[in-house]
């Protein structure tokens, strides 16, 4: 059997409907909106210089996404998580169900090369503390938990790790 060729590049305005339709963004709409208008907010912050958005494809289509943010939008700042200078924060990691199992890790490698491209030196990244799955792979994957936090409906756990 031959081996997938894998892509990773940065999203662009023609991804927008493949989030959903190639299946790498799926449930319920999000709060506040659609997932269609999310994916043009994190396109028009990729444009301003503020996050990255990687999408991961195959013959087959998208296969997953990551975001790394720089800085977040006036009115959410966390420079903990991401101050627009050495610290930056790792968000949205998907992974489509069928994809290969690699097609984490090569994400999570292109984000922390971008990272230290940018003299980031810090990254982050947040989690459900009910997802335990998730939070087994952030430390297998180096991340030390630094911070809890309490949400309406969930606590979060943050994670850091040096980069740089």
């Known amino acids: 059997m031959s081996q997938r060729k894998i892509f990773i590049r940065f999203a662009q305005a023609s991804d927008i409907t493949r989030f959903t339709a190639d299946r790498v963004v799926t449930g319920p709409n999000p709060p506040r909106g659609t997932w269609t ?5 994190w396109l028009s912050e990729q444009s301003a210089g503020r996050r990255a958005v990687f999408v991961a494809e195959d013959h087959t289509g998208l296969l997953g996404t990551v975001q790394l943010v720089f800085a977040f939008p006036a009115g959410y700042a966390d420079p903990e ?24 890790s090569q994400l999570l490698t292109e984000v922390q090369r971008l990272a230290k491209k940018r003299s980031v030196k810090t990254l982050t990244f947040c989690l459900p503390m009910n997802e335990h799955r998730a939070l087994r792979q952030a430390k297998m ?18 994670f850091r790790k040096s980069i740089g």
């Open 37 to 41: 208008e999310r994916i043009v907010k």
């Open 81 to 104: 998580a991401a101050n627009g200078l050495d610290v930056a924060m790792m968000e949205g990691l998907r992974v489509r169900a069928d994809a290969p199992p690699e097609v984490g």
């Open 141 to 158: 994957w180096g991340f030390e938990e630094f911070r809890i936090m309490p949400e309406p409906k969930k606590m979060l756990a943050f």
